[in-house]
């Protein structure tokens, strides 16, 4: 049995006692409504839909904050004791939390991954290595649907009292994720065909791509941990160029430096190009702001790829 596979076994195993040690440690809550059932998300995204349907009902939570790369986050005690007092965790699956992960599909039947509600006929194929599928899929709104139906049933097993109300809050929720849509068509049939390119760090957008019609690149790969080099530089820089794209954009949980060598590479060759501005990928804005919740930051991010891809016109 080779070490690192000894090592591992050692790990997991001393696992639930690790956490134990931390909870013991970091006991005392900062609870908000300590008399009501508690609800833990993992992102922004998923946090944002819990609130909504909960709406004050049931105590809800997040871990991930603004400017997280959920892709590389390492729990802190403090995350470590609130999924131990969740009554419902929710975390979205597919390999998205990268190191916690393996937690919490440990967590038991507390634990729910809301990926798990949509048909895996229309999730994207993604790592090729693991089997797995491209863990974005708040970034098709008609995807993100199937969770936010998942939730309102998580919620409503975990309280049944209140089942026809979360019920009744999911409904609404689905119809205002329906005035987004709309409103995303509206907005990117305004570029020309030929410039419904969409380039950005790493391969977030793959199902935001498939459903409104863009082609997507990245430099980096489904989850930031991937690497690049000096060749996928020149590639993409060719690729801009041939295809005479004027913008490229930022994320906010990522480094702005694989752009940056995109735009100096294109730059030594005499092809202009702007950074069209920063996207929301695997974390949302700041709480109390529109970009926030889930239906602002979207909004955010199609506003950003629209007035981009027009300037100029």
């Known amino acids: 049995m080779g070490r690192g596979v000894i090592m591992n076994k050692l790990i997991y195993g001393l696992l639930p006692v690790l956490m134990t040690a931390v909870f013991a440690c970091t006991s005392g809550g900062d609870r908000q409504n300590p008399g009501q059932l508690y609800v833990v998300a993992t992102t922004q995204m998923i946090a944002d839909a819990a609130s909504v349907i909960a709406n004050d009902l049931l105590e809800t939570d997040g871990i991930m904050g603004p400017g997280v790369d959920p892709h590389l986050y390492r729990a802190t005690p403090g995350d470590f004791r609130k999924m131990e007092e969740a009554d419902l965790l929710l975390y979205n699956g597919l390999l998205l939390e990268g190191r916690l992960s393996d937690i919490l599909e440990k967590m038991g039947d507390k634990a729910y991954a809301v990926s798990s509600s949509i048909p895996d006929s229309l999730l994207k194929s993604g790592y090729a290595s693991s089997g797995n599928y491209d863990p974005h899929i708040w970034f098709d709104v008609n995807l993100w649907k199937y969770a936010v ?85 020149s590639r993409m820089v060719n690729y801009i160029i041939e295809n005479d794209i004027p913008a490229i954009f930022v994320e906010s949980s990522i480094s702005t430096r694989s752009s940056e060598s995109i735009i100096a590479g294109a730059e030594q060759r005499g092809h202009p190009l702007i950074i069209g501005g920063e996207l929301y990928s695997d974390a949302m804005g700041a709480p109390g702001t529109d970009e926030g919740t889930y239906i602002g930051m979207f909004k955010h991010n199609v506003r950003t790829i629209a007035q981009a891809l027009t300037k100029g016109l």
């Open 149 to 233: 139906r998942g939730i309102g049933e998580q919620l409503a097993a975990l309280e049944p009292r209140y089942a026809e109300e979360f019920e009744d809050n999911t409904n609404r929720y689905l119809a205002e994720l329906d005035s987004l849509e709309r409103f995303i068509h509206g907005e990117l049939d305004k570029i020309p065909p030929n410039r419904k390119i969409l380039i950005t760090a790493h391969d977030a957008f793959g199902y935001f791509g498939d459903r409104y019609g863009l082609e997507v690149r990245a430099l980096q790969g489904l989850s930031t941990v991937s690497e690049y080099g000096l060749q996928d530089v």
